[in-house]
Nanobody
Framework: QVQLVESGGGLVQAGGSLRLSCAASGRTFNMYTMGWFRQAPGKEREMVAG????????YYADSVKGRFTISRDNAKSTVYLQMNSLEPEDTAVYYC?????????????????WGQGTQVTVSS
């Protein structure tokens, strides 16, 4: 199992940047694909970005391509989400999550381990 703790959320003006971090417990972080998800009030949880445990390969939702960048530091057991050119529509609670070890998937239903979330609010 892996435990996940997000940080780095906050309030930012439109056009600004934030970097989210997700620290993982355990010594097998390098075996987990990692994803960033978000959920706005009244909306379904959606995958924003993902990075596979091997390769790595990356995934981005169309709405964030060119603005968000996912990266990982296996030595620090941490995954990051650099968010630039933020828009009010990016306002949501952001979660990091992982599917079972050695799995590569961008299907939210396959993700089993979740952090508690961090709020991102973008003002216009």
């Amino acid at each position: 199992q892996v435990q996940l703790v997000e940080s780095g959320g906050g309030l930012v003006q439109a056009g600004g940047s934030l970097r989210l971090s997700c620290a993982a417990s355990g010594r097998t972080f390098n075996m987990y694909t990692m994803g960033w998800f978000r959920q706005a009030p009244g909306k379904e949880r959606e995958m924003v970005a993902g990075i596979s445990w091997i390769g790595p390969n990356t995934y981005y939702a169309d709405s964030v391509k060119g603005r968000f960048t996912i990266s990982r530091d296996n030595a620090k057991s941490t995954v990051y989400l650099q968010m630039n050119s933020l828009e009010p529509e990016d306002t949501a609670v952001y979660y990091c999550a992982a599917p079972p070890r050695r799995t590569i998937t961008w299907d939210v239903m396959k993700y089993e381990y979740w952090g508690q979330g961090t709020q991102v609010t973008v003002s216009s």
